[in-house]
């Protein structure tokens, strides 16, 4: 059982540069996310998907687009990339409702650096 | 709007001292869920815990124990007798009732057990 898994792990783009940061789980969830990671601030939602068919933006969207493929896959694109955008980015899913506990499990993260 | 406050940055012990991570939420939720999560040095993030509102229970798993206090709206999190291997970023989150409402985190506190 992967659980989620994204891709690629690691990535260096230069600024203008697209790119999408893939992700897909195996554990039949509703729910995915995107996060970033930046030192000192803890995760911070990119932008979300409730389920197949819904995305909702997060704490942070400027800068992403996002699409639910269908319900495994989830994927984040950065149109032109930014130095700001410089971070780790962590996808997740979940199966929510009290029976799951609404735990979130996430992938291994995606180190991104843009010069 | 749901909030997780982790006072502490970073925390130093030597090993074999106990530690206490603190964490304070906000929501206007009476149902909710907090969990916390483990991010070592290799940058997964390992989930610890899941804690229901309306079960105030503490939780003790080995060295690991919960003290959950609705009263003061904390979550804090012990090691007994820390080890090396505790050393890690650990993350305090927050989720409201709703199953699609994604995890609100806290900045986190590196912990650093020294030998």
């Known amino acids: 059982n992967a659980g989620v898994t994204q891709t690629p792990k690691f990535q260096v783009l230069k600024t203008g540069q697209s790119m999408t940061l893939q992700c897909a789980q195996d554990?039949?969830?509703?729910?995915m996310y995107w996060y970033r990671q930046d030192p000192g601030m803890g995760l911070r939602l990119i932008y979300y998907?409730?389920?197949?068919?819904?995305?909702d933006k997060g704490e942070v969207p400027n800068g992403y687009n996002v699409s639910r493929l269908n319900k495994r896959e989830f994927s984040l694109r950065l149109e032109s990339a930014a130095p700001s955008q410089t971070s780790v980015y962590f996808c997740?899913?979940?199966?929510?409702?009290?029976?799951?506990?609404?735990?979130?499990?996430f992938g291994e993260g995606s180190w991104l650096t843009v010069v | 709007a749901q909030k997780v406050t982790q006072a502490q940055t970073e925390i130093s012990v030597v090993e074999k001292e106990d530690v206490t991570l603190d964490c304070v939420y906000e929501?206007?939720?009476?149902?909710?869920?907090l969990f916390w999560y483990k991010q070592p040095p290799s940058g997964e993030l390992v989930f610890l815990i899941r804690?229901?509102?309306?079960?105030?229970q503490n939780e003790i798993s080995g060295r690991y124990s919960w003290n959950f206090q609705k009263s003061t709206s904390s979550f804090n999190f012990t090691i007994t007798a820390s080890q090396v291997v505790d050393s890690a970023v650990y993350f305090c989150?927050?989720?409201?009732?709703?199953?699609?409402?994604?995890?609100?985190f806290g900045k986190g506190t590196r912990l650093s057990v020294i030998a």
């Open positions: 997740a899913s979940r199966f929510p409702g009290i029976r799951s506990g609404n735990t979130i499990y």
């Open positions: 554990m039949n969830h509703n729910s």
């Open positions: 998907s409730a389920s197949e068919g819904t995305t």
């Open positions: 929501t206007r939720d009476t149902t909710y869920y």
């Open positions: 804690r229901n509102s309306f079960d105030e």
């Open positions: 989150a927050l989720s409201e009732r709703s199953g699609n409402t994604p995890l609100v």
